[in-house]
């Protein structure tokens, strides 16, 4: 597969994960609808927002510069191999 390069298709790829985000947690919600879900819901969802920031911009500029991730699977793989790799004395 190769990778999307109109702006337009990836604008459009960024609404429609948006407007589906905006769809599962209103589903989630209204199908129990209290303040502990909402605020259960509200805390999940800032937390897979603040991983995701740590794994692709965190890692990248602060931890190991020479690396780019792919995806979340590439992230998984690099953590991995991170603990097999020698320790060269570079680590800050």
């Known amino acids: 597969m190769e990778n ?3 702006a ?3 604008k459009a790829k960024g ?3 948006l407007l589906l985000g905006l769809l599962s947690a209103s589903l989630l919600y209204f199908g129990h609808p209290t303040l ?3 605020a259960l819901l509200a805390i999940a969802i800032w937390s897979f927002c603040r991983f995701y920031y740590f794994a692709f ?3 990248e500029h602060y931890v190991d510069p020479s690396y780019r991730f792919s995806g979340l699977l590439s ?5 991995i191999q991170k603990k097999k790799r020698p320790n060269t004395g570079t680590d800050r």
Do not use: P
Not at 75 to 79: D, N
């Open 36 to 38: 502990k879900t909402g």
């Open 15 to 17: 609404i429609l994960f």
């Open 8 to 10: 337009g298709w990836i």
């Open 75 to 79: 992230f998984g793989r690099y953590l």
């Open 4 to 6: 999307l390069t109109s």
């Open 57 to 59: 911009y965190v890692i």
